[in-house]
T-cell receptor, first 112, second 113 residues
């Protein structure tokens, strides 16, 4: 059958601003979450992860927040740069599936 | 340490043919997972191998198969190619089974005509 292309949510920000990318996950039994960045023509690149016993974790210019009550994950990027332009995926792991389940992704477009 | 490598990077095949893609994991990583990425379906899990055994399998037809060698390198095979198999095929490695942090290769872009 004919496939319909995924319409990626897009976040457009000015260089130097902070970016917040959101993700709703599906499985309440998931206990590990990862954010990946995928640039055009490349494979997903690991950015940061968080376990379900935490609600916040910080890396270099990035922070991940986890709200298990509403099954919501967010990625904050401070002082966004043109090199941050990419598609960002959240992924969840846990429960009986024993595999990573990816979200649909968000396109971050950084305007110089 | 070298990352995950995949060969070939690009491939063009015609319907009905079969294809074999190769993946070399990060040194010391023993688990390899395969994903299919398309604009229509996003990133979808194909299968995972550890110690030459398939540990987990996604919801794909039997035309999709894989294997892992004793050096942890992995191959996936798609037989009787269909137009809808055109996709980016990604390989990811992790230290071991149920090691959630996976590191991806650049992918193999397959076009089926």
């Amino acid at each position: 059958g004919e496939s319909v292309g995924l319409h990626l949510p897009t976040l457009s920000v000015q260089e130097g601003d902070n970016s917040i990318i959101n993700c709703a996950y599906s499985n309440s039994a998931s206990d590990y979450f990862i954010w990946y960045k995928q640039e055009s023509g490349k494979g997903p690149q690991f950015i940061i992860d968080i376990r379900s016993n935490m609600d916040k974790r910080q890396g270099q210019r990035v922070t991940v927040l986890l709200n298990k009550t509403v099954k919501h994950l967010s990625l904050q990027i401070a002082a966004t740069q043109p090199g941050d332009s990419a598609v960002y995926f959240c992924a969840e792991y846990g429960g009986a599936t024993n595999k990573l389940i990816f979200g649909t992704g968000t396109l971050l477009a950084v305007q110089p | 340490k070298a990352g995950v490598t995949q060969t070939p990077r690009y491939l063009i095949k015609t319907r009905g043919q079969q294809v074999t893609l190769s993946c070399s994991p990060i040194s010391g990583h023993r688990s390899v997972s395969w994903y299919q990425q398309t604009p229509g379906q996003g990133l979808q899990f194909l299968f995972e191998y550890f110690s030459e055994t398939q540990r987990n399998k996604g919801n794909f037809p039997g035309r999709f198969s894989g294997r892992q060698f004793s050096n942890s390198r992995s191959e996936m095979n798609v037989s009787t190619l269909e137009l809808g198999d055109s996709a980016l095929y990604l390989c990811a490695s992790s230290l071991g089974p149920a090691q959630e942090t996976q590191y991806f290769g650049p992918g193999t872009r397959l076009l089926v005509l």
